[in-house]
């Protein structure tokens, strides 16, 4: 369904602005469009895979110098198209709304919560326990503070919408109001901890995580912000997955309205952290150091560099994130050299000269810094090593990629920042 991508948002603007655009409303009207009968009148193909993918037959297009104008009606800029073009070229991701919450670099921001008297006293404690889970994530630049008065940043209040909604952040402030459905929710077919995914994963609206499955629930790049219907977009949110089972940001009406059981929440999903993290992080020194596994050989090459080679390509794979590691030195911390083998295996490594005692090995230079001993927030990565494909680092000490033939080590490496909670 990803070719149906904006049309309930262009539906609306139509309705909204009375504009004239043609415009298909399901699958089998997109199946009967002639396609010569716009591409032959726009050159700019982004501009011709937009029209398509929203469903737009035909439009007097006006070129300017930001853009195009469709209709004298839906400014298109050359800023959206791009957001657009990536969007399709890579859309495994989760999302962010384009307005997120402000926070001054290496700070800790603290938004003010209150919980209206709307809500009953059980649901209460449970907002409060997320909260408390939300403040407990490590080198999160957010931290929530209940308060009783009425200057709150954020109030929980009753609401009638699904199981809840939740406002996005807007002019660099959280969104305004969580609204739970009070009723609906306290049917007794729930239990807390889904009551509290439900809680969780507003929260995450008025930070700005969109769902994760927006493109299959036909999201768009339009909804309300502010009071107005407008551009929210959707910013892409490194190894992080497009429709994650995972992500407590996985959509609400798919749980409510198809029936299926809400999830428990207990804690974050790993790439909810990642995401929260990508976001809100106030020590931008720490980096996830990216894993990948070559496609051919099957040994592993480590980068914090996203850019290099994202979810993969022709070559290497990717296969998750181990830990956290620091662009700069810290206390206590310690370098993390590269080599590659003569045979092309990667290898990483604490010890510094590795190279010259071993001239089959090149050095590639540090690729951060981590620590030699165990500490609060540290994990232990693990080193193996099997001379059919090379070097394998993981942070799980029981580890199915290590699980065949050949395969020894198994003892620590070096320790990582943890991704999880404090
Ligand atoms: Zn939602």
């Not at 504009?19 to 009207?29: F, I, K, M």
Request: with cysteine; net charge negative; hydrophobic share 35%.
């Amino acid at each position: 369904m990803k070719n149906l991508l904006n049309i309930p948002a262009i539906a609306l603007l139509i309705l909204a602005f009375g504009c004239s655009l043609d415009s298909a409303t399901d699958l089998q009207e997109l199946s009967l469009i002639n396609e010569k009968e716009y591409k032959n009148t726009v050159s700019d193909q982004s501009l011709s895979n937009f029209m398509e993918k929203n469903g737009i037959l035909t439009a007097n297009i006006e070129k300017i110098d930001d853009g195009y104008i469709l209709d004298d009606c839906i400014l298109i800029s050359h800023q959206k198209l791009s957001i657009w073009d990536s969007l399709n070229n890579n859309p495994n991701f989760q999302t962010k709304t384009q307005s997120i919450i402000t926070v001054p670099s290496n700070e800790i921001r603290t938004i003010t919560y209150r919980i209206s008297s709307e809500i009953p006293f059980e649901m209460k404690n449970l907002i409060n326990e997320v909260i408390n889970s939300y403040n407990s994530i490590r080198n999160f630049n957010i931290k929530f503070q209940s308060t009783q008065l009425s200057n709150e940043e954020l109030l929980f209040q009753n609401g009638n919408s699904g199981l809840g909604r939740a406002d996005w952040p807007t002019n660099g402030n959280s969104g305004r109001f969580v609204q739970l459905n009070v009723n609906s929710l306290n049917n007794s077919i729930y239990t807390d901890a889904q009551r509290k995914f439900v809680i969780a994963h507003e929260i995450g609206h008025i930070m700005g995580f969109r769902h994760t499955d927006w493109i299959e629930q036909n999201e768009g790049l339009y909804g309300f912000d502010d009071g107005y219907y407008t551009f929210i977009g959707a910013s892409l949110i490194p190894a992080t997955f497009d429709n994650d089972p995972y992500s407590i940001y996985n959509s609400g009406p798919y749980y409510f309205n198809r029936r299926l059981p809400i999830p428990s929440f207990s804690d974050f999903n790993y790439t909810d952290l990642l995401a929260i993290r990508y976001l809100y992080s106030k020590d931008i020194t720490e980096k996830p150091l990216y894993s990948y596994i070559s496609t051919g050989s099957g040994w592993a090459i480590w980068t914090t560099n996203w850019n290099i080679y994202q979810y993969g390509n022709q070559q290497y794979g990717f296969w998750g994130v181990t830990g956290y590691i620091y662009s700069i030195p810290v206390t206590g911390s310690t370098a993390l050299h590269k080599y590659t083998h003569s045979s092309g295996t990667p290898y990483i490594s604490t010890s510094a000269n590795i190279h010259l005692l071993y001239p089959s090995y090149t050095y590639d230079g540090q690729i951060g810094h981590v620590f030699t001993s165990s500490a609060i927030s540290r994990t232990p990565v693990y080193e193996w090593y099997n001379p059919n494909v090379g070097f394998f680092f993981t942070t799980n000490s029981v580890d199915n990629y290590v699980a065949g033939p050949g395969w020894t080590g198994g003892g620590i490496a070096f320790y990582v920042m943890s991704l999880g909670t404090i």
